[in-house]
């Protein structure tokens, strides 16, 4: 079981800031390795800054699926609207904050 930290409040990633059906993803945060549902649980629970994941990671897996537990590539986040292994959605909103999880080019 991947750990995912944060102020969680289900087992499939949601928290306290984004608790929607669809927002069932954790982002593994490049500067320390560790997945959180959102940056505002990164922010409240580190002491440093979070840092995105250069263009050159995306092949990285960073993203968790909280209803199936399986790892994306960032690329491969990036570009579906759902988790290619279950079929959940994910919340289409969650693209206005690209740009605090990973550079854009």
């Given at each position: 079981m991947i750990p995912v930290?944060?102020?969680?409040?289900d087992d499939e990633t949601r928290?306290?800031?984004?608790?929607?059906p669809v927002d069932i993803v954790?982002?593994?945060?490049?500067?320390c390795g560790r997945y959180?549902?959102?940056h505002l649980c990164h922010a409240e629970a580190?002491?440093?800054?979070?840092r995105q994941?250069?263009?050159?990671?995306?092949e990285t897996k960073a993203i968790l699926c909280g209803?199936?537990?399986?790892?994306l590539?960032?690329?491969?986040?990036?570009?579906?609207?759902?988790c290619p292994a279950c079929g959940s959605p994910f919340n289409e909103g969650c693209r206005l904050h690209t740009h605090l999880y990973f550079e854009v080019a």
């Open positions: 930290y944060g102020s969680t409040v928290c306290i800031h984004y608790r929607t954790a982002i593994r945060f490049a500067c959180y549902p959102c580190e002491s440093h800054e979070a994941w250069p263009v050159a990671e995306r209803v199936c537990k399986t790892e590539t960032i690329a491969t986040y990036l570009t579906v609207l759902a």
